[in-house]
Structures are given as C-alpha cells and as structure tokens.
C-alpha cells in the first residue's frame, strides 16, 4: 500500500462515523420529504393508508431524522416533530390557495388537481412551506434538505427562510430564484427565470437583509433580476420581462426592458447559417 493511504483511508472512515452520527440519511430525507407532500395531497397513491395511520408513520419518521440533527438531546425530537404536525392542517389550507390561485390564473389550468398531480411550481411551493415550518421551529439542516432536493427535481430555487405570503403562483418555474431574506407578500405572481437576489455577497452579511421585499398583488414576468435586501417592488406593480432593478419601485408601476429588436429582409443577402 502507497505512504498516506493508511492516514487517507484512517479519516474517511472517521468523517464517516462523525457524519453519520451528526446528519441524517440524504435518502430518507428526500424520501420523507416526498411521503408528506403525498400525506396533504395523495395524488401519487391509489390506495393510500387511512390518514391517521400515515400521521403516525411519518411522526415517527421525522422524529428518527431529527434525533442526529439534536444531538439526541432527550425528547428533543419527539416534541419538534408534534410541533411541526400540529402545523401541518394551516399548511395544507396555504397550498389549496397556492392550487387555488395558478388555476385561476393559467389558462392552461384544467383542474385543481391537474395543479397538484403535475405542476412543477405548486410542488415547489409545497416543499417550501413544509421546509419553512421546519426551519421556523429552529431545525437544522433538514429544511434545506428538502428544500435543494426539489430544487434539483424542479429548477425552482426557494431558501426555506424566505417569507412568502397567500395565494403564490409560480408559473413554469425554471431557473426561478428566491433568496433566504427574500420577503414576498399575498398573491403575487412569478415566472420562469425571475431572481430574487443579493445586491451584494459577502459572509459578513448573513445577519443583513439581502434580498428583496415584493409586495402585494405583484406580478413579475420572465427572467427579470430584482436585487438587494433594501429593494422594495411596491404594491400593485407589474414588473415585465428581461428587466434588471436594483432600486425600489413604487406601488402601482408598470417596469419595462424596451430592447431594439430589427428585423431584415433574407432576399437577396447572403443566408444565416448558425452552429449552435
């Protein structure tokens, strides 16, 4: 054996029994993470158990994932994991008004349950408020768990420390960003691309509000970038696509990128070949 496998192979085994002890299975996470979304919305079980008997089951799973998280401190779980189950009925009543409001607005939209068997953007915005109740209650790390793990599945990006109010629509979803202090009010729209972002990076701003507030009834369109913690989009705006703002708007504004689009004739030019 080569000098220095000895020592590699005497710390990744020690890594392992540290980590082991200090985080959770990524698999069951990601696991339990998709049974509580089939819990509020069985959707994906054609003869799910009663729901009492499900509760019970998924109690008991997240307890087992929060017991390495708190260090088994004694009952720590056990009472972290009722806390976060007695919220679990105003959660579900938010997401019925998140399916509420993207059926009503996308004309796509057949059905409430089309939204919540396929939507990308509902089922973004339900690991969010799962993962933000946790992350609320103080648990640690599983909130993003759950929260990088759709990321993953959906290309929706949403910290679970962002504070997004009633009836949120994202439509499409892909590429959409929201920030950890992002503040995000009652029936406001996003499409596909938006960002929601820091003006500045730097460790020393974790405890700063980095990222933007949108207000009330906001819609803000495709691929538009909406930086810094003091950014405020005011009620009542329309933000349109492309734009990039880095300033507050003020409530009722209509924000619009006018870029100068031309358009040529082919006839009688040379043709446009491109290789992408």
């Known amino acids: ?3 220095g496998l000895e020592e590699f192979f005497y710390q990744l085994d020690t ?19 998709d049974d509580l979304f089939n819990f509020l919305f069985p959707v994906q079980c ?19 994932l929060l017991k390495p998280l708190l260090h088994r401190k004694n009952g720590a779980a056990g ?27 996308d004309p796509a939209a057949t059905c ?29 790390l599983l909130p993003r768990i759950f929260s990088e793990y759709i990321h993953s599945k959906t290309g929706i990006d ?3 420390a962002a504070s997004i109010g009633r009836s949120f629509f994202i439509d499409h979803g892909t590429g959409v960003v929201i920030g950890a202090t992002a503040v995000i009010g009652n029936n406001v729209k996003l499409y596909q691309g938006v960002t929601l972002g820091a003006l500045q990076v730097d460790k020393s701003l974790a405890n700063v509000k980095r990222h933007p507030t949108i207000e009330d009834n906001c819609i803000v369109y495709a691929n538009s970038t909406i930086l810094g913690g003091k950014t405020v989009i005011g009620h009542d705006s329309v ?6 703002i880095t300033e507050s708007v003020p409530p ?22 491109f290789v992408i």
């Open 252 to 273: 009722n504004s209509i924000v619009l990128h006018q870029p100068q689009v031309k358009v040529r004739s082919k006839v009688a030019q040379e043709p446009w070949n």
């Open 158 to 160: 949403i910290h679970p």
């Open 112 to 140: 409430l349950e089309e939204v919540i068997a396929t939507y990308p953007g509902f089922y973004a915005i339900s690991m969010y408020r799962i993962a933000h109740e946790l992350h609320h209650l103080g648990t640690p």
């Open 15 to 33: 890594d392992r029994t540290r980590f082991a002890a200090l985080i959770p299975s990524k698999s069951e996470a990601e696991a339990l993470a």
């Open 46 to 64: 054609h003869h799910p158990r009663p729901a009492k008997v499900q509760y019970a089951m998924l109690h008991d799973d997240l307890e087992q």
């Open 1 to 3: 054996m080569k000098p």
């Open 239 to 244: 933000i349109g696509g492309n734009t990039w």
């Open 79 to 105: 009472k972290l994991a009722a806390q976060f189950f007695n919220q679990l009925p105003r959660v579900r009543t938010a997401l019925l008004e998140d399916a509420e409001a993207i059926q009503q607005f």
